[in-house]
């Protein structure tokens, strides 16, 4: 699970250099059909985005959420005493209109390209709420 709550395994740039140049051009196109982003094939690639930065997506790079957890040594924003901060309400505000793109996609691409990003608030929050009656125990 990403910072903010998002499945980095189901993203589709999630090891998508393994997964072959193909692969790439295959999510490139359906990011370009659906998101509207114009993506270069050779930048379709993330191994999560609390990696190192020359391993995660480039617009992850500049996440300030994603920093926050980095620089705390946490695994995601859940882990965090604070219920809400700035940087995690913008990170996860980018993934918000994304059930209703996904409205207008087959079952097939809201499956491969929508679904992971849905939900990412609710995750995270199950997340905060495990991490916290563990912490009781």
């Known amino acids: 699970m990403s910072a ?3 499945v980095c395994s189901g993203c589709g740039a999630f090891y998508a250099v393994a997964k072959g140049s193909v692969y790439q051009q295959e999510v490139a196109e359906a990011w370009r059909r659906i998101y509207a ?21 480039h617009t992850s790079i ?19 005493p604070e219920d809400s901060c700035a940087y995690l309400e913008r990170a996860q505000s ?5 059930p209703e793109i996904g409205s207008t996609l087959s079952a ?19 997340a ?10």
């Open 108 to 126: 097939e691409d809201f499956e491969k390209y929508a679904l992971p990003y849905c939900s990412h608030r609710e995750r995270l929050a199950a």
């Open 37 to 57: 982003r114009d993506e270069a094939t050779a930048n379709i690639s993330c191994h999560g985005c609390l990696g190192p930065d020359k391993q995660v997506f």
């Open 128 to 137: 905060r709420c495990i991490n916290r009656s563990s912490k009781r125990l």
């Open 4 to 6: 903010c709550g998002v």
């Open 94 to 98: 980018v993934w918000d209109g994304v």
């Open 62 to 80: 500049r996440c300030t959420a994603r920093r926050c957890c980095l620089n705390k040594g946490f695994n995601n924003c859940a882990e965090c």
